[in-house]
């Protein structure tokens, strides 16, 4: 299929060629759901903890004794069932990473690549290459170009200039193409992506 290429001012600059294996797939939101959660456990820091009954500082003597009280056995003042007592079975840090076969992962990044071409929320910019790194110029570029929350996939390599004055836009994320995921493909409204990050992400995916 072909699709419109655009230069950073707004001009037309051609047009390119994107697989349909990549681009022209039906989406399926089961597959996109599985990569994201993936993604998104794998992110988890797992660093939740509470104090077990071994671990509170009471002192570990028998409160009162056994029998004779007309109250309930208690063994000392960490059981759970006292206030500031130890937690029973809570979370302990952990991950909650799990498994996903590259195939697999591959497969969830070209349908959102698919979803987001047939949503029309696909741009095929020519170049990011900028003058001079400067936020302010850059702003005006994007608001000119109607993006407002945009994802830049650009080659191995991203232009250091344009990372530079994207840094402090908080509507604008820069990636390489090995950065290329799909929770933020999706995440993004618009999706753009250079000549040199469609020719990486067709090696990479095929």
């Not at 950073?8 to 599985?34: M, N, Q, W």
Request: proline content about 2%; hydrophobic content about 35%.
């Amino acid at each position: 299929m072909k699709a419109d290429v655009i230069k950073l001012d707004g001009g037309k600059a051609g047009s390119v060629e994107l697989d349909e294996e990549l681009f022209g797939l039906e989406p399926r939101t089961d597959i996109l759901h599985r990569v994201v959660r993936w993604q998104r456990n794998n992110a988890q820091q797992g660093t939740h903890k509470v104090k077990t009954r071994r671990e509170t500082s009471y002192s570990t003597k028998k409160i009162y004794r056994q029998k004779g009280t007309g109250g309930a056995r208690h063994g000392d003042r960490n059981a759970p069932i006292f206030r500031k007592g130890g937690v029973y079975k809570g979370p302990t840090p952990r991950s909650h990473g799990h498994e996903l076969t590259k195939k697999f992962r591959k497969l969830g990044l070209r349908h959102a690549l698919s979803a987001k071409q047939k949503a029309g929320e696909l741009v095929v910019i020519d170049t990011i290459e900028i003058a001079e790194a400067k936020t302010s110029q850059l702003a005006k570029q994007v608001k000119n170009l109607g993006w407002k929350r945009a994802l830049v996939i650009d080659g191995a390599a991203v232009n250091e200039d344009f990372a530079k004055a994207a840094r402090n836009l908080a509507n604008l994320d820069v990636l390489p193409s090995m950065g290329a995921n799909v929770y933020d493909i999706l995440k993004s409204d618009t999706l753009v992506l250079t000549k040199a990050g469609v020719e990486a992400l067709e090696a990479r995916l095929k």
